[in-house]
């Protein structure tokens, strides 16, 4: 299968705590995208970054890339009770920009 | 601006039925791509459409199809519709350039009896 996976699969903390979660996928990427999803409604995109970036920032979150190792991470950091969801990494692959290959997702719930 | 919209959100067929989603694209944004999530084999690409043109597809039966039109909105098709085609189905539009987010809708919960 081509899809990425993320780990944890799920992840429960308490609120202010910072939360972190891991993808890998196989082969190379134009980029890699971060988003949220709540309660098997619309993805919203959090952030994208691109093959030739390491991290890149956006508020509260803070995403790695480390293309050497085909993986990546994001952190969210002071985290809230609203930021319960599942998340999920995509990549993009050269010649298919528009075809995101999806992680298998990691659920974070943040207990008030 | 507005984001995508998808309709309907919910639907209920029956087996062997045919079933129609329409997904509207943030304005200006020509690609539009579709997605099927499942709780067991997660999100997975269906197809992708730029001017009118099937650009990119997954591997799924030929029972799915789907179509743009000359305004970007877009369509697919599932006929023949069997139970474990019921899903959550995702449209996102990008715009064409290479780096560029993909945004998606709310999503059509489409459920076969």
């Known amino acids: 299968s081509q899809q990425g996976e993320e780990d944890p699969q799920a992840l429960s903390i308490q609120e202010g705590e910072n939360a972190t979660m891991n993808c890998s996928y196989k082969?190379?990427?134009?980029?890699l995208q971060w988003y949220r999803q709540n309660s098997g409604r619309g993805l919203v995109h959090l952030i994208l970054?691109?093959?030739?970036?390491r991290e890149k920032h956006s508020g509260r979150l803070r995403v790695t890339l480390d293309t050497s190792k085909k993986s990546s991470s994001l952190l969210i950091t002071a985290s809230r009770a609203a930021d319960t969801a599942s998340y999920f990494c995509a990549t993009a692959y050269r010649g298919a920009t528009n075809k995101l290959i999806f992680g298998t997702g990691t659920l974070l719930a943040v207990q008030p | 601006k507005a984001g995508v919209t998808q309709t309907p959100r919910y639907l209920i067929k029956t087996r062997g039925q045919q079933v129609t989603l329409s997904c509207s694209p943030i304005?200006?944004?020509?690609?539009v791509s579709w997605y099927q999530q499942t709780p067991g084999q997660g999100l997975q690409f269906l197809f992708e459409?730029?001017?009118?043109?099937?650009?990119n597809k997954g591997n799924f039966p030929g029972r799915f199809s789907g179509r743009q039109f000359s305004n970007s909105r877009s369509e697919m098709n599932v006929s023949t519709l069997e139970l474990g085609d019921s899903a959550l189905y995702l449209c996102?539009?990008?715009?064409?350039?290479?780096?560029?987010?993909?945004?998606f809708g709310q999503g059509t919960r489409l459920t076969v009896v």
């Open positions: 082969t190379s990427i134009n980029n």
């Open positions: 459409y730029f001017s009118e043109t099937q650009r």
């Open positions: 970054i691109r093959s030739n970036e």
């Open positions: 304005s200006g944004h020509r690609s």
């Open positions: 996102a539009s990008s715009a064409n350039r290479v780096d560029t987010e993909a945004f």
